[in-house]
Nanobody, 123 residues
Framework: QVQLVESGGGLVQPGGSLRLSCAVA?????????MEWFRQAPGKEREGVSC????????DYADSVKGRFTISRDNARNMVYLQMNSLKPEDTAVYYC???????????????WGQGTQVTVST
């Protein structure tokens, strides 16, 4: 397992933007693993939001965030980011960073998790 620390959450109005960051422990070869952002709203199951593969850097997005969210990584700094634009109230959730061997929408496929960061979209 690898240590992951998320930051960047907060309260934002609908239509606003936030950038989440995930700091990955040093010594971990970031581009050898898939990195994914999940989110979990109160009373709902954890769901995959976006993933970036380790092998070729290809990205995938949940339909609900396509065109609004962008995932990226900085291998030199061991950081993963999620740029979130045009935020909606339904984006409100705790957002988690996770590391695994391949991109997957199933949380059980990821062994390493951060503690999460709260994103609240509200007036």
């Amino acid at each position: 397992q690898v240590q992951l620390v998320e930051s960047g959450g907060g309260l934002v109005q609908p239509g606003g933007s936030l950038r989440l960051s995930c700091a990955v422990a040093s010594g971990f070869t970031l581009d050898a693993y898939a990195m994914e952002w999940f989110r979990q709203a109160p009373g709902k199951e954890r769901e995959g939001v976006s993933c970036i593969s380790g092998s070729d850097g290809s990205t995938d997005y949940a339909d609900s965030v396509k065109g609004r969210f962008t995932i990226s990584r900085d291998n030199a700094r061991n950081m993963v980011y999620l740029q979130m634009n045009s935020l909606k109230p339904e984006d409100t959730a705790v957002y988690y960073c996770a590391a695994g061997f391949t991109c997957s929408w199933y949380p059980a496929d990821f062994a390493s998790w951060g503690q999460g960061t709260q994103v609240t979209v509200s007036t």
